[in-house]
């Protein structure tokens, strides 16, 4: 189904990220002063960026595997940790291509009411002490989720919460709700991340709220060729972060919406403005090459990042 590819776009956010923490990263140290902006404004800035990137990635992941836990309340696209295994002819499992379920789960899936169609649903991901999933990622404690009704169908919704669940080793929390906007043949989905926090084995945390819209805007007349999908992001946030003694409080507007094409996983295009004490940064994901660059623009200085 064409409500399915949206999924797939978020799950690829997640596969082939690295840790917490590390998302992004300035090319070369710069200690100095940043066109009239402090040093410390500007480290915090840098923070306030990286931080903000990463915690989509991480909440991205959880939404990837609640919407595609089957296809009575989810949308059983086989995303996340359940992405398909290759097929019989190798291809690999990073394209989502055609393939068999995964086999030997590390995780388990328990739904109540277990009966098909009956709503309120809530459906719980165990995956005990830690199950490695296929993305290389380590997961751990339980995703829980509330379905009012089957999310391909408009309205619907999903809610989660955890309980002990961490991501690699960074524990999750907060509460995730995934709303079906869709109107017509263009895919639209809200999605809230409310009292968010990640803390990491060091203490460094980050803290956030987050409302974003995903609407469709290219691939609707080819519902059978996910590689031509494309959809715009728009949407704001707030955080906290604390990262190697470096404390940032920071808002981010989307100002021109950020693009993602299916078959990319990471952000193409599109706009960020990072406020953080009154001052700002601009990150800019580029001209809408799949690549794992971008940059950053604090002042009169940019700085050039890699996406993890």
């Not at 709303?179 to 460094?204: E, M, Y």
């Amino acid at each position: 189904m064409k409500n399915s590819k949206i999924l797939l776009l978020i799950a690829i956010t997640a596969i082939g990220s690295a840790a917490i923490f590390t998302a992004c990263q300035k090319s070369a140290a710069d200690t100095s002063s940043s066109g009239g902006i402090s040093t410390q404004d500007a480290a915090a800035l840098q923070t306030s960026a990286a931080t903000d990137d990463e915690s989509d990635n991480v909440y991205n992941d959880v939404l990837s595997n609640v919407l595609g836990v089957n296809d009575d309340a989810g949308i059983g696209a086989g995303v996340g940790v359940f992405l398909a295994a290759p097929a019989s002819t190798g291809t690999p499992v990073s394209q989502f291509g055609e393939g068999a379920d995964s086999a030997g789960r590390c995780f388990t899936v328990t739904v109540s009411p277990d009966r098909a169609g009956a709503f309120p649903k809530t459906i719980t991901i165990d995956f005990g002490t830690g199950c490695t999933g296929r993305d290389g990622h380590v997961r751990r404690g339980k995703i829980i989720t509330v379905y009012t009704g089957h999310m391909i169908e408009s309205g619907s919704t999903a809610t989660t919460t955890f309980d002990g669940f961490y991501f690699d080793s960074v524990k999750v929390e907060g509460t995730v709700v995934a709303k079906n906007k869709t109107t017509g043949n263009a895919l639209a989905f809200s999605i809230t991340v409310t009292n968010g926090k990640l803390t990491a084995p060091s203490g460094d945390y980050i803290e956030v709220n987050r409302s974003h819209t995903w609407a469709q805007t290219s691939g609707m007349d080819t519902p059978h060729t996910p590689a031509d999908d494309i959809f715009s992001i728009t949407g704001n946030s707030s955080g906290t972060a604390q990262v190697a003694g470096v404390t940032a409080q920071w808002i981010t507007n989307i100002t021109q919406p950020v693009v993602r094409k299916l078959l990319c996983r990471w952000r193409v295009a599109g706009v960020v403005t990072v406020t953080h004490n009154d001052k700002s940064a601009v990150l800019d994901y580029g001209n809408g090459d799949c690549d794992n660059t971008a940059t950053v623009t604090i002042g009169s200085k940019t700085y050039n990042i890699t996406l993890r």
